[in-house]
Every structure is written in C-alpha cells, then in structure tokens.
C-alpha cells in the first residue's frame, strides 16, 4: 500500500515492531465487521488496510464476526459480507465470531469478579446514566458496586441462567467513577437480553458489550495489530485494562481516521433506513455506497483497492469526493471495456442516396486502448440509422459540429454524411433527417478529402436491438447529509433514477451477460444488470465518460 508518498504511519509502526522483533516478527490483524448490514465503501477501506497491511509484511488477517448484538444481526449479512471480501480480491486466514469466545468471556467476567474488579449492578438504565456523571464532573458511584465477591458471583451466574429480565441486572467493571475518561466509569460489561442469537441460539440470555468481547477476542486470537477508526480512540485504555487485568496475550489497539464520502451515508443504520422505507430496492440498488450495489453498477474489485489505495491512511478525519471514486473506475473500464455504439434517445436517419435494401458489414475497433485495440467486430450499415436526437438541430450554429441543414458529421466507423433536409411530425416533432453519405469517405480507406470536425455514433435500424437503459445521479442532494438539519432522508435527490426505456444498441449487444461492461462512445460506461432476461436487455450506467456532474452543478 506504500506509495510515493512513503510509508503511512501504520507501516512505520508494524515495519518497528517488526525490526524489534515484537512478537518474533509475527503480523496478524484483523477485519471485524458486524453481521448487521452489507458493507460499504467505508469498510473497503477497513479491509484494504487490514489485508494490505498483512500481505505487505507477510502476516495474516482473521475475519472476525463482531455478532454480540443478536437482534440486529443474521445471517444473510454474514452471507454477504464474506462474499464482499472475496470479491475485492481478498482471503482471510481464519474466519472467527465473537460468539465462538461467549463461553471463554464468560471466564472471564467470573475471573474479574472473583479479582473484586467487577460487580453485579441492579441500577435502571436510566439510574446508572444518571450517575455517570459528565466529561467535566465526576460520576457517582452505584449503591450496588460494595456487594461481596460471592454476591456477584450467585448473582451473574443467575443473570445466566436466565433468573432475570432484560435491565434488571448488569455486571459492570469496578475501575474508577471519576476518571475523566467516561469510558472507564465502570463501564458495562453483560447485559440480559433474552434474545436468540443468529449462531448460540438460545444458549445465552447475556451478552457481553463491544469493550468486553473486542479486545478479549483480539487476545484469544493473538492479534498483533488490532487496526480500527479513530472513534475507538477514547475505548483504548479499557481495552488495555481489561487486557492487563486478565493478564493476556497483549494486543494493541491503533486508530486510523475512517473514509467519508460526499454526497452519501454509511452507517449502516442509515443505509438499513434507506432500505426499509423503499428509498430504494435493497441493499444492492445500484445508487448505494455498498460493495453489492458498486458491484452491480459496474465498479471493478480493482478499482476499488484502487480507490482505498489513493485515499491513503490519515489519523485525520476528511471527506473525499466521490469524484476521486468515479475516476478509478473511468482509468479501469478505459482499459478494459469495449467500446460500442448504443443509442439512448433515438431518432432516425435516412441516407438518400445508399440503395435501399442494401446492408453492408463494416469493421469496427474494439477498444483503442486495448492491446492489438481489442480485436474488432462487424457493424450493419445500411440507408436507415438510428442516431441520438440531440446529435441534430433545427437552427444550428456554425460551431455545432454534429448536424443540422448544410453541415456534415462522420458516422464512426462508416461514412461521412451530409444533412440535406428534415421532417417534422403535425406537433412540430423532428422525426427523421435526410442525408447523403460520401461513398469515397469509408473510414479506413477514406479518399474524399473531406474533414470533418463531428464524429457521432449510430446503430443500424433492422439489427438494432432495443434495451432498457438505466441512469443514475447522485442519491443526495448535499455533500453530507448527515450533517444536515433534520432527518438525513430530506436531503434525499428526487431525481437519481432515470429509466429509458427504449434505447437502441447495436446487434453485437445481444449476447452480452451480467459481470460484462463497455463503454457506450460519448455516453459512458455501462454494465448489464441482473434485472435482464432474454427479451429485455438491462444495463446500468457505472459513470460518465466525464464528470457531468459539476458541469451540471455550473450551469445552474
Ligand atoms: P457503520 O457505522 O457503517 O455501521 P461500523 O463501524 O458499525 O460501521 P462494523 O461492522 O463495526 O461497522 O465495522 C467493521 C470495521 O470496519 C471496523 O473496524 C470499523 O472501524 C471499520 N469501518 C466502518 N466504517 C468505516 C469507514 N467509513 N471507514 C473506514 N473503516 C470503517
Ligand atoms: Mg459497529
């Protein structure tokens, strides 16, 4: 991941570890999402630096399922999660769930107990908040935080064995109600939850807190490199508490600011939000930050790492532009999509003076960009065309380089033409343009001596063949939603979908599956959708060719 901008700080760290012979050289990080949501853009970041990390120092990575939430969480996101990270291109040594550690945590707490460093609490919710105090102010200490060892250990064993209900009792760390840190006011270690659990079923109706299974987890597994975002920051000395008072293996903890990007939400609450209310179709909405929805729209797994790779490791937090996301993906697809000639917004073309009847195959490129130019394919050409209507106009000035009465324009790949004349239908709509096309002027062997400045993309009418064309926009309106007054969903862009319906792509297209892009020339690239059945071609567009947006954003 070191790039010519040197090593970041994490390299620093783990290459000094490694110099010092910490842990005899050994790496092991960590990924650990939560089974509560498909990941994001933000987690490819996680997963680039945990993995990225590992391979550059000849480590390994766990992928750790942080499951001690059991209502929010299920399998299907389990699912999902690991198919993610496969597709990025990346493969995890061992795949663990916190859940596998509940019977060794469990120990644990009984351990802390029996330390007189932990005690049942049987304070409400709201008692305990109450007491905690505030950053400036010391918290109070819980009328129950005196109980005998042997007290909280009947007590925590009949928490287990289900003698409780949900808020009745809590076991919390006994460390110190007037630390400034907040996180050490005897923070909570189990709660009761009488919930079933995506894995231990119902085995366990307690459940330990992120800060007593993340680090006891870590430790289990011998994590050197416990690599996680900044917010964590203020969690780290309890995580080394727990650690030192359990006495084992001595993970660390280090912080890296998490990746914000502009004009979307990630957090997975919000994106489940999004979800839910139908805002859009799912999780893999094509519109969506998540790794299934940029899959589906067409971004690359290399783009991606690529992406993760330009945004770089900070301990700083900062918003990128979703710019930056949408030039990786244009500097991959330029390399590897062919290009073809589709039509979105038809109207027909009729050359005068080519014989009716007649059809003949011309050569077309593949991909400039591509070695040997990607090989090439044979186009239909013939005297009725479909070209894009706004490639024509009415009263055209003299810098329109496309048509319009008088002027002259190449169709790629084939001729040159001339417009002579138009017709209008009783509404005044334009419905066909009359040309003659230059015999002498065939692309490659071109020996009018004619130049033009125009060359536009058509798609030859008795092969064309029609497909449904789906264009996206930004899904907010605002750079940051989150940050907005009011409920994020207000900021929500009305107009991010734009079906078309019949749009008119050329024949090669017919046999094109899901997982293939191309670039449509002048339109962008685009990737067939998992919505397309053999009589409806569906294809997505995955972005521009260049960035409309803040071309759009100055007009305005
Ligand atoms: P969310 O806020 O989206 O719900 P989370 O942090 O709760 O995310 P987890 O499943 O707990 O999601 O995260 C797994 C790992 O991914 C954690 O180490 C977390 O720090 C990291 N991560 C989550 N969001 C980002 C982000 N935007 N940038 C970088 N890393 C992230
Ligand atoms: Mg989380």
Request: charge should be negative; proline fraction near 4%; aromatic fraction near 10%.
């Amino acid at each position: 991941m070191s790039t010519e901008k040197g090593p970041n700080f994490l390299e620093e760290i783990i290459a000094e570890d490694i110099a010092n012979g910490k842990n005899n050289g050994r790496v092991l990080t960590r990924f650990p999402p939560e089974p509560n949501g498909y990941l994001h853009i933000g987690h490819s970041k996680s997963i680039a630096v945990n993995f990225g990390l590992a391979d550059q120092f000849n480590g390994k990575t766990n992928l750790r399922f942080d499951d001690t939430n059991p209502e929010k969480e299920e399998t299907e996101y389990v699912e999902s999660i690991k198919k993610d990270i496969r597709w990025l291109g990346y493969n995890w040594a061992n795949e663990f769930y916190a859940s596998d550690y509940f019977d060794k945590i469990y120990e644990f707490a009984v351990t802390l107990i029996k330390n007189g460093l932990a005690y049942v609490d049987d304070s409400s919710a709201e008692q305990i908040a109450a007491m905690k105090g505030t950053p400036t102010e010391a918290g109070k200490e819980s009328p129950f935080r005196k109980r005998s060892m042997e007290e909280n250990l009947d007590l925590f064993a009949r928490m287990r064995n289900a003698e409780f209900k949900e808020g009745e009792k809590v076991l919390r760390a006994k460390i110190d109600m007037t630390s400034p840190n907040m996180h050490l006011r005897d923070p909570l270690m189990y709660r009761i939850k009488h919930v079933h659990h995506h894995r231990t079923g119902d085995k366990w109706c307690i459940y330990p807190m992120y800060d007593f299974a993340h680090g006891q987890s870590d430790a289990i597994e011998e994590i050197t490199h416990s690599i996680c975002t900044l917010e964590f920051e203020v969690h780290k000395p309890l995580y080394d508490w727990f650690i030192k008072q359990l006495n084992l293996f001595p993970s660390h903890q280090y912080e890296f600011a998490r990746l914000n990007l502009n004009y979307t939400v990630m957090s997975k609450r919000k994106l489940l939000q999004l979800v839910n209310e139908k805002h859009v179709t799912g999780w893999d909405d094509p519109r969506m930050p998540t790794i299934s929805a940029l899959r589906r729209r067409g971004y690359t797994p290399e783009s991606i790492r690529n992406f993760a790779d330009k945004v770089g490791v900070a301990r700083r937090e900062n918003m990128i532009d979703v710019g930056l996301l949408e030039f990786c993906i244009r500097e991959d697809l330029n390399k590897k999509a062919n290009r073809v000639m589709a039509v979105l917004d038809p109207i027909k073309l009729i050359i005068t003076n080519y014989p009716a009847g007649q059809t003949e195959l011309l050569a077309a490129e593949n991909n400039p960009e591509a070695e040997n130019h990607g090989g090439s394919r044979e186009l239909p050409f013939s005297n009725e065309l479909w070209i894009e209507r706004d490639d024509f106009m009415e009263n055209a000035p003299k810098k329109f380089f496309r048509l319009g009465v008088g002027l002259s324009v190449r169709l790629k790949s084939a001729y040159i033409v001339t417009c002579d004349d138009f017709k209008k239908d009783a509404e005044g709509n334009i419905t066909e343009i009359h040309c003659r096309y230059i015999p002498e002027s065939k692309s490659g062997s071109d020996t009018s001596g004619m130049t033009v400045k125009g060359t536009i993309h058509w798609v030859n009418v008795a092969q064309a063949i029609t497909a449904e064309v789906r264009l996206y926009d930004r899904l907010f309106k605002v750079e940051d939603p989150s940050s907005e007054e009011g409920d994020f969903k207000k900021y929500i862009n009305p107009d991010s979908l734009h079906i078309i319906k019949n749009a008119m792509v050329e024949p090669s297209l017919k046999e094109a599956k899901e997982g293939q892009f191309f670039q449509f020339m002048r339109k962008g690239y685009f990737c067939i959708d998992k919505d397309t059945t053999e009589n409806n071609l569906v294809f997505n567009r995955t972005v521009t060719l260049k960035d409309a947006w803040s071309k759009e954003q100055k007009k305005d």
